[in-house]
């Protein structure tokens, strides 16, 4: 066989096998006494520190070089409340603030073509009225568009098809990428995107009078037949915040509400197998919270965790 020959073979290889990359899971955490941002891979394995400073919500890009996501400027006061939307490279490096307005603004999300960044913020807010919308602006030219009038809008959601935004208000919403068209899907909370764009994660959190949490509860929302599915979670479970993880998978950042064991009532980072019901314990630090997590990789087929804890549910029960 010729050198020709063996080059076509290898090429022909390379095209029909899919390219897979390392899938990435950013997130919050406490660990190390700092409020800081963590890169891991999505077994669990290769925890990096992202950030020195705190942050909150990271999200993706589309092309995984970067991550968006809201903190405190360090120049601001304590009081009132000043939160702004940042990026940073994926490795770390050319942290800088986007936008400028000295308000709350929190919840970033990009359009699929990395051209722009919707986000929640109070900048129309005054006094004695409390008030939050969706906003959108242009990473390149820094327009910015107004896409809600509402009395509260917040977490943005942005369809990867690049039609859609869902956030939540009373109940999750759905409108036009360009702010037409609104709709009310369900109650609920943090929506997030399957990656076909046919389906919306969020959960549902139940309170008793003293507005304790009772327990949580997470539906797949499919917007094309407008059907619901449950996800079973037995138990008292407290869900901060979920998203897709491929199309088989979600992440839960949540923590079982163990009354006999408070000391196991913190946030960890789970996977859960939508088809088997299998859920794995990614993070597992003691007395620390893990939250706030997005999830990337070229590949959207569900990536199976090796060497973590695996969690049943008769554990939980015992």
């Keep these: 066989m010729n050198s020709k020959r063996i080059i076509r073979y290898c090429l022909l290889i390379c095209f029909l096998i899919p390219t897979l990359t390392d899938a990435k899971i950013v997130f919050k955490s406490y660990r190390d006494g700092n409020r800081s941002l963590y890169v891991m891979d999505d077994d669990g394995s290769n925890l990096q520190r992202l950030t020195a400073s705190p942050g909150l919500w990271p999200v993706w890009s589309p092309d995984g070089k970067q991550i968006a996501f809201n903190a405190k400027p360090p120049e601001v006061p304590n009081w009132p409340q000043i939160y702004a939307i940042y990026i940073i490279n994926s490795d770390g490096t050319d942290e800088h603030r986007l936008t400028n307005e000295d308000t709350f603004e929190s919840h970033p999300t990009w359009s699929p073509d990395g051209k722009d960044i919707a986000f929640d913020s109070n900048r129309l807010d005054h006094p004695g009225r409390e008030k939050t919308d969706i906003w959108r602006i242009n990473l390149e030219t820094k327009e910015l568009q107004r896409l809600t009038r509402t009395e509260w809008a917040v977490y943005p959601a942005w369809s990867p098809d690049g039609k859609y935004i869902a956030y939540a208000g009373r109940g999750i919403h759905l409108m036009n990428a360009d702010g037409r068209r609104h709709q009310q899907l369900w109650l609920g909370a943090h929506p997030r995107w399957s990656p076909d764009s046919q389906s919306l994660v969020y959960s549902v959190t139940i309170h008793d009078e003293k507005w304790n949490v009772i327990r949580s509860n997470i539906f ?5 037949d407008d059907k619901r599915k449950f996800i079973n979670l037995p138990g008292n479970w407290s869900v901060h915040g979920v998203c897709f993880m491929g199309l088989k ?70």
Excluded: C
């Excluded at 797949?220 to 094309?224: A, D, L, P, T």
């Excluded at 197998?273 to 314990?281: D, K």
């Excluded at 973590?308 to 939980?316: A, L, M, Q, S």
């Design 249 to 318: 998978q979600i992440l839960i950042a949540g923590r079982h509400l163990d009354k006999e064991n408070p000391n196991r009532e913190k946030y960890d980072i789970y996977s859960y197998h939508l088809v088997t019901g299998g859920m794995v314990n990614l993070t597992n630090t003691p007395a620390i919270d893990d939250f706030s997590m997005d999830w990337i990789s070229d590949d959207v087929l569900s990536v199976s965790p090796k060497g973590k804890i695996t969690v049943t549910w008769g554990k939980f029960k015992q």
């Design 220 to 224: 797949i929302h499919n917007i094309k």
